[in-house]
């Protein structure tokens, strides 16, 4: 099993689409958890930390479910602008702090 | 806002030679990282630096690499014998003492081995 899960897509949805996707998780000892988006032959940008009881950023909102290790973010009403790469970050180990990143979902917001 | 900045750009080389990558991390940050990205792969990382010291690596990082803090504002990484296999984009990364553990990436060298 992969440490860190995505669907690859690409989702193409429609400007103002509400789009939603999801990560899992192997190492159930994680403990800290992050969506990062990635523009073409760019470097990662931190989107926003997930924490525990959920949490909203404007447009995006990320659920954690420890139990079932599984990672959701929501971006309502997608922008153009929105078009890139979500990557799903896991840092698996207490006292540790290198991350592991899931391949990343392509997402593709059309006019 | 503060930003991770790296040099150069785009890194071309021969195989066998070595190169220097270089990156100036945020300044009130204490951990340090490389990353690597394969082109159509997902981010590897590679070494975490604190306190002058590795603190943790990957099997990737082996001792064909090696990184130093060379004075108070670069963070620097050596590959010694480049191969074909190391073409790939390199990020460095840095995060603050607490937190969250969050890291802000530079924008990447390019390293192309011919």
Do not use: R, V
């Given at each position: 099993r992969k440490e860190v899960e995505q669907d690859p897509g690409p989702f193409n949805v429609p400007e103002g689409a509400t789009v939603a996707f999801n990560c899992t998780y192997s190492?159930?000892?994680?403990?800290s958890f992050f969506w990062y988006r990635q523009d073409c032959r760019k470097e990662p940008k931190l989107l926003m930390s997930v924490y525990s009881s959920g949490n909203e950023d404007g447009r995006f909102t990320a659920q954690l479910n420890r139990a079932s290790q599984y990672i959701s973010l929501l971006i309502r009403d997608?922008?153009?602008?929105?078009?890139a790469t979500y990557l799903c970050v896991v840092?698996?180990?207490?006292g540790r702090r290198a991350l592991t990143f899931g391949s990343g979902t392509r997402l593709q917001v059309q006019p | 806002e503060p930003e991770v900045t790296q040099t150069p750009s785009h890194q071309v080389t021969q195989m066998g030679q070595e190169v220097i990558l270089r990156c100036v991390p945020i300044?009130?940050?204490l951990y340090f990282y490389w990353y690597r990205q394969i082109l159509g792969q997902k981010v590897e990382f590679l070494v975490s630096f604190y306190n002058n010291e590795i603190s943790e690596k990957s099997?990737?990082?082996?001792?064909?690499f090696s990184v130093e803090r060379p004075d108070g504002s670069n963070f620097t990484l050596k590959i010694r014998s480049t191969k074909l296999e190391d073409s790939a984009m390199y990020f460095c990364a840095s995060s603050s003492?607490?937190?969250?553990?969050e890291q802000y990436f530079g924008p990447g060298t390019r390293l192309t081995v011919t």
């Open positions: 190492n159930s000892a994680s403990q997608s922008k153009l602008s929105d078009s840092n698996p180990a207490t | 300044s009130n940050h099997e990737i990082f082996d001792d064909q003492l607490g937190g969250g553990h």
